[in-house]
């Protein structure tokens, strides 16, 4: 199976490394830096996408947003001068699915099967090949491309026929975990204001029903000094909006992620666009006026002030 | 053999007093006359009467009135020396009392239980201890007769601080698991694919481990009520708001878990609340997910 891998960002680049020297490949980026490090791997430059699908079985596409996928897939030489019938392209992008589920119609049409399969997970999971990549899309193509996706991350999912519910899946997980996390850290950051120490909070949380991936991660990474993200906060907002218009097609309120929603916005506003989602602790730290590590500003009770 | 002398009411008061009956001479005074009978221990019908007779106090009841009456008046308590809180106050006030019971030469401690489930309470739930670390190693046993994991957190009124800050972020994690599966079942997927991919996934939290599945099989998680659960928050936001300590998030379950106990009654099973967002959202009932 000859493979293609059009974006070779952060995320993509870190998936596609899994596929050389396991599948003939050739990569595709604007970014000739990036292109250039695959080629010395093995893989193999192609000119454009449309050059790189003529010469690819299964085309993997993994860009910031589903409007870029649609350049990609339709724009001058795009994917689809160089796709045939039989061929497959799976869209790793954190698209919109209803977007995605367009482009697999169209690309139905001649003959093509298109099925998404985003991935959830921190960087690191993504180079060790433990990330989580959620499918969706026609079980046959599913299947056929299963030993690619493996070769990603043994962590594969298949969520249903429907082209676009991996993505509603990651949608629904981007969700959760930032609502968690700017729950848990501002419900802490109340804790160090009473006086309470970070690690002793940790262990509380992390041994009840209070636990979560943040409480798991960030805090003890908080506690020792260390980094537990590195994604855009630009992106992790691009992301919310997503989650949020999908619950208002759908007439879901969603009072929690509009909350959420606006602390990231706060932090993006404040901070400007080329912030890091992890710089929000700082952000928490500052509008409750203390520190998660350290002695905490303000112990004293604000109301006998 | 130490005894002890529960005062209380409710159903965790009940299961702390079976717990310590198996182990310990128990003697209960029932603050609601009804909900504290326990094969093994002997029910009193005076609180002085109770104190005489025990080693160590306990004191357990969610009602709020009881628990501050009882410790609103120290006579019942003559020649007592240590008496433990398990209830949940407000950890300002806890200080506060704890110095004035220093004074007449009692130890208040506060020993909050956080569990959602007293039928697992070995897999997620702690005691929180705020006190002397002297009195924690005499009371040990006796905590960890009720669960095995107690956590020192500092001076009196840490513990009662630890278990709200607990609280609010469990609460938070079982409100923000309904509100995202909701979404997600509302565009087409199932509970069952949720529990699955979000639980090892960073979506995680504990909630979406225990709820999604029993949502897709129809099961219970818990046995703690909205109203509890709701009141608990209500304390973590007030002493959010004093310490000038702004809980977004933690501030909107506090209304969520609020209108819950208006609508489906304070007593309702925190798994109820599933029902809430199945009619918020216009989805089908459990059980047909």
Redesign the interface.
Same mark, same amino acid.
């Given at each position: 199976m000859r493979i293609g891998y059009i974006g070779l960002g952060a995320m993509g680049g870190a998936l596609a490394r899994h596929l050389i020297g396991k599948f003939p490949l050739s990569v595709f980026d604007l970014n000739e830096k990036a292109v250039r490090a695959f080629v010395e791997l093995g893989a193999t430059a192609a000119a454009t996408p449309a050059e790189l699908a003529r010469d690819s079985d299964v085309v993997l596409l993994c860009l910031p947003r589903s409007s870029d996928v649609q350049a990609v897939l339709f724009g001058a030489n795009g994917v689809v001068d160089g796709l045939a019938a039989g061929k497959i392209v799976i869209d790793q992008t954190s698209g919109v699915p209803a977007e995605t589920n367009g482009f697999a119609r169209q690309l139905k049409e001649m003959g093509v099967t298109l099925f998404d399969a985003p991935v959830s997970g921190a960087m690191a999971t993504a180079i060790a090949g433990t990330i989580s990549i959620i499918a969706s899309g026609p079980h046959d193509a599913f299947q056929k491309t299963l030993p690619v996706l493996q070769a990603i991350s043994p962590n594969v999912f298949h969520c249903g026929e429907r082209v676009g519910n991996g993505q509603t899946m990651k949608t629904v997980n981007n969700m959760m975990n930032v609502s968690c996390r700017l729950a848990t850290l501002e419900v802490v950051a109340m804790g160090r204001k009473f006086g309470l120490p970070l690690e002793l909070m940790t262990e509380a949380i992390n041994a009840t029903t209070a636990r979560n991936y943040t409480s798991q991660g960030m805090l003890p990474a908080i506690a020792e000094g260390r980094q537990s993200t590195k994604f855009w906060l630009a992106l992790q907002v691009k992301d919310i909006h997503q989650a949020i218009g999908l619950a208002a097609e759908q007439k879901v309120p969603m009072p929690i992620g509009g909350a959420a929603r606006s602390l990231l916005q706060i932090g993006l506003n404040s901070l400007g666009k080329d912030a890091q989602l992890e710089q929000m602790i700082g952000v928490i730290e500052s509008m409750a006026d203390t520190t998660f590590v350290g002695r905490p500003k303000n112990v004293a009770n604000q109301e006998a002030k | 053999m130490i005894t002890i002398g529960v005062a209380g009411s409710g159903n965790v008061a009940a299961f702390v007093t079976r717990a310590l009956a198996k182990t310990h001479s128990v003697r209960i005074f029932d603050t609601e006359n009804g909900s504290l009978q326990c094969d093994g221990a002997t029910l009193v019908d005076d609180v002085t009467d109770l104190a005489k007779n025990a080693d160590v106090i306990l004191l357990c009841t969610d009602a709020d009135d009881a628990r501050q009456a009882l410790l609103g008046n120290t006579d019942w308590l003559k020649g007592s020396s240590v008496i433990i809180d398990m209830g949940q106050g407000d950890? &300002?006030t806890s200080r506060l009392l704890a110095k004035d019971f220093s004074d007449i030469g009692i130890a208040l401690v506060d020993a909050p239980l956080?569990t959602?489930n007293t039928d697992a309470i070995a897999e997620?739930?702690?005691i929180?201890f705020g006190g002397s670390a002297v009195v924690l190693d005499y009371v040990r046993p006796i905590l960890e007769a009720i669960c095995p +994991?107690v956590?020192y957190? =500092?001076d009196a009124g #840490?513990g009662h601080?630890?278990r709200l800050?607990?609280?609010?972020? /469990?609460a938070? %994690? !079982? *409100?923000? $698991?309904y509100?995202?599966?909701?979404? =997600?079942a +509302?565009? =087409?997927? $199932?509970i069952a &694919?949720?529990a $699955?991919?979000?639980n +090892?996934? #960073?979506?995680? %939290?504990?909630?979406?481990a !225990?709820v999604l599945p029993a949502l897709a099989a129809n099961g219970r998680t818990a046995n703690a009520t909205v109203g509890n659960c709701a009141n608990d928050l209500r304390k973590?936001s007030a002493? =959010?708001m !004093?310490? /000038?300590?702004?809980?977004?998030?933690?501030t909107? *379950?506090r209304s $969520?878990l609020d209108a819950a106990s208006n609508r489906i009654g304070e007593m309702a099973n925190i798994d109820e609340l599933a029902k809430i967002w199945e009619i &918020?959202?216009?989805l089908p009932a459990s059980g047909s997910h």
């Open positions: - | 950890p &300002d956080h959602e997620a739930s702690a929180f +994991k956590i957190c =500092g #840490s601080a630890m800050v607990v609280a609010a972020i /469990a938070c %994690n !079982r *409100v923000i $698991t509100e995202c599966a909701a979404m =997600g +509302k565009n =087409g997927l $199932t &694919d949720m $699955t991919v979000l +090892k996934s #960073s979506g995680y %939290n504990s909630a979406s !225990r973590a002493l =959010g !004093r310490y /000038a300590a702004p809980m977004l998030i933690a909107i *379950v $969520t &918020d959202a216009g």
